[in-house]
């Protein structure tokens, strides 16, 4: 019997969390663990952006070497 219900938790200890996987996993209930993003790295997110922008900006007024999609995808 499916069901439209979801329930989303907030443990905040690793054996809340431990404890949780196990139960969800005893009654073979589908399950997903996503990280919340803490205030730190919001921070850090608008950092990498500002920094991004400032890059374009240098690439526009040619101060600043652009790299190739290629070359970009083949650093990651």
Same mark, same amino acid.
């Given at each position: 019997? !499916? ?22 996993k ?13 205030k ?10 500002? !920094?991004?922008? !400032? ?5 526009? !007024? ?15």
């Amino acid at each position: 019997m !499916k069901t439209e219900h979801t329930f989303i938790a907030h443990p905040t200890t690793t054996d809340q969390i431990n404890a949780l996987k196990a139960v969800v996993k005893a009654f073979n209930v589908k399950f997903e663990v996503k990280k919340q993003l803490i205030k730190d790295d919001k921070s850090t997110i608008l950092n990498n952006i500002k !920094k991004g922008l !400032k890059e374009v900006s240098l690439m526009q !007024k040619g101060e600043l070497k652009a790299t190739s999609l290629n070359d970009f995808l083949s650093e990651l």
